[in-house]
């Protein structure tokens, strides 16, 4: 599973990520949007995506076209009703963006925040929802890849459950990788897409929505090209999209799915980004870089390092000079904190991130960079 043009650098980005040459090739034809092969592909990655949250039966698989945001988009303004108001937890940058679709959707919301490094608490939503007994909705993110920071989805759906609040999850970052069981969590929506843990190319992401709350959800968007429930009726009863589907896209989502079952499903890929972090996060700590995050509350996905304290360091010239050795690093995205990123996902496997360790040691030495520790930042 390894890259398969040499001389493109491997992507270790948290989306869009490298893609097995078959992925690629699966788009290779021009496919009419109502022909038999779409409407086949089509099916099939809705019931594979059930399949992956036993969601059978109670939850339903649409697609939207577009990145991970038009989906949360989509998700949001027609799952809040008019005369709702959602909760949002933020720790990060995803987690401040549903704070912004909520805002430019005009939904009533309330929002909390907890520091970039720490998960909020079970009583945290125990607390605002008694506070506002306004609030309908929760929404929150899973792996916030701002950080990498994985926020604790089951004791947040168990608190939903027992108040009666409808839960929307982001999980763009961690779909394929965590599990998110529709039946034990039973949350309205999750929210997934192509770019990540399922390794296809971006332009398409899924809402998997709680059937009964979609089908009440008519008339609540405030869009036409984001209405779920418009793009969920077409789909039921013609197979295919209100619009232009994206059918290449479709292809290489279809296909990735089946290397996704291929490799074990979910915990299969999950142990390989584990494999592939671990190595990640002791190779870097050996090197004297520290994390943002404790393990404990990091997810296999993307790592957050602190940027060295050395005059000779310069982000600039690290993604040079990992570029020039083939790989693609990220910037931090958190503005007080001056760190940098590297992620496991895509067809990354625990031997190119040893590769990357060495490319990283030599960039360092090239620069001059003696020292890597960094002091924490404080609580
Ligand atoms: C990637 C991602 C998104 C979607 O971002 P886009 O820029 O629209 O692809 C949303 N939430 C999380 C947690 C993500 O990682």
Not at 251 to 280: C, D, N, T, V
Request: glycine residues 8%.
């Amino acid at each position: 599973m390894t890259q398969d043009i040499a001389d493109e650098p491997l992507l270790l980005t948290p989306g869009p990520c490298s893609l097995s040459r078959t992925v690629k090739e699966a788009m290779l034809h021009d496919y009419a949007s109502g022909e038999e092969v779409m409407v086949e592909k089509i099916r099939h990655c809705r019931s594979t995506l059930l399949d992956l949250v036993n969601g059978h039966g109670s939850h339903t698989a649409v697609p939207i076209v577009g990145s991970g945001t038009y989906a949360n988009e989509a998700a949001i303004g027609t799952l809040v009703p008019r005369d709702g108001k959602l909760l949002v937890h933020t720790n990060g940058v995803y987690g401040d963006r549903i704070v912004d679709i909520a805002r430019h959707l005009r939904i009533p919301y309330a929002s909390f925040r907890t520091a970039p490094f720490t998960p909020p608490t079970a009583e945290q939503f125990e607390e605002a929802l008694a506070a506002d007994p306004a609030i309908t909705h929760v929404m929150v993110v899973h792996c916030e890849t701002s950080t990498g920071i994985l926020n604790p989805v089951a004791e947040i759906a168990a608190v939903c459950r027992r108040r009666g609040v409808g839960l929307l999850i982001d999980a763009v970052a961690s779909f394929g990788i965590m599990e998110l069981d529709a039946k034990a969590l039973s949350y309205d929506a999750v929210v997934l897409s192509a770019n990540k843990g399922i390794q296809a190319p971006p332009g398409i992401a899924w809402v998997i929505a709680k059937r009964t709350v979609l089908e009440e959800s008519q008339g609540n968007s405030p869009s036409l090209s984001l209405d779920l429930w418009d793009q969920y009726q077409h789909i039921e009863r013609t197979n295919h999209f209100r619009f232009t589907p994206a059918t290449h896209l479709i292809l290489a989502f279809s296909q990735a799915l089946k290397e996704h079952a291929e490799e074990g499903g979910i915990a299969g890929r999950q142990a390989r980004y584990r494999a592939s972090w671990r190595r990640l996060v002791d190779g870097m700590r050996q090197m004297g870089f520290r994390t943002l995050l404790d393990d404990a509350v990091a997810s296999p996905i993307v790592a957050t390092f602190h940027e060295p304290q050395d005059e000779n360091y310069s982000f600039a010239r690290l993604y040079a000079g990992m570029k020039a050795r083939g790989f693609i690093i990220f910037p931090g995205r958190l503005a007080a904190a001056n760190t940098f990123r590297i992620a496991c996902i895509g067809v990354v496997t625990p031997d190119d991130i040893a590769r990357a360790m060495e490319a990283l040691a030599e960039t360092m030495a090239e620069m001059g960079v003696r020292s890597f520790g960094r002091e924490p930042v404080p609580a």
